[in-house]
């Protein structure tokens, strides 16, 4: 089953909804009864133990795996269409050595013309706009490779926004970017959505970040254990009962 359109349930707002889904993996089940709402710009966390199902989880999202259950989505003024989904895969590796830069990473993406015949002047633009957007400008022409980890995010998550999606899906984001970084990515989300009325929906396993950024927690182990606003998860039985403890911190 795809994700689609439809009309109705949210009023003018526009939501993402998942009705119970259930992904099998040959024989193994992975997810099942997973149900979730989600509003056009809220920034929602799922969090769960390693295994628990949020990567194929965002998957059925994307398109990418297959499942059982509803995955659709209602705007204003934009039925019968597939909605635009932006993805920051999970911790990608360029080789430091490698010549591209980001103003190659982005022509590769952006355009049929050969990268290695460079930059015109629009696709030149066109980039720094893009970069804009994360206030990224300066990095057009830093090759890919030696990015630190926050810069890198801030690369994909620009390329992500183009063209402007409905959804926005972040695998990990956090894993390899240092404590400033962290802040800086956070902060960009949460100006992303507030700007551009996105739902966003990240996985993490920094729980120090729930209280401050993320609309609604969803824990999953294989199905939804418990969904709410960050304190209501964190201080659940299931939460408790997950990972041994109350309360956030990184795991």
């Known amino acids: 089953m795809k994700l689609f359109f439809h009309g109705g349930g949210c009023g003018d707002s526009c939501c993402l909804r998942v009705q119970n889904l259930s992904v099998k993996i040959g024989t193994e089940q992975i997810l099942h009864d997973v149900n979730m709402h ?22 059925a999202v994307l398109g990418q795996r297959d499942y ?51 930059l015109s002047k629009a696709m030149r633009n066109k980039v720094l706009e893009c970069l804009e957007r994360v206030h990224g ?28 999606p409905n959804i926005l899906i972040l695998d990990e984001p956090l894993s390899g970017v240092d404590v400033e970084g962290m802040g800086m990515l956070m902060d960009m989300l949460d100006e992303i959505r507030k700007t551009y009325d996105l739902s966003i929906l990240i996985t993490t396993h920094d729980f120090s970040i729930l ?26 039985e299931a939460f408790a009962n997950t990972f041994h403890r109350r309360g956030g911190a990184t795991v």
């Open 38 to 59: 989600v509003h056009c710009g809220e920034l929602v966390a799922l969090i769960g133990p390693n295994g628990a199902g949020k990567s194929t989880f965002l998957k």
């Open 68 to 118: 059982d259950g509803v995955i659709a989505f209602s705007a204003p003024g934009q039925r019968d269409r597939r909605p635009r989904i932006g993805y920051v895969p999970q911790s990608p590796t360029f080789d430091p050595g490698d010549p591209v830069s980001v103003a190659d990473l982005f022509s590769c993406c952006m355009s049929k013309r050969p990268a290695f015949l460079g």
């Open 137 to 164: 400008e300066d990095l057009i022409d830093k090759r890919v490779g030696t990015l630190s980890g926050g810069e890198l995010q801030r690369v994909l998550l620009a390329l992500a926004l183009e063209p402007l």
């Open 211 to 236: 209280d401050k950024y993320a609309d609604q927690v969803v824990l999953i182990d294989h199905t939804v254990l418990h969904q709410g606003k960050p304190q209501e998860v964190l201080n659940s």
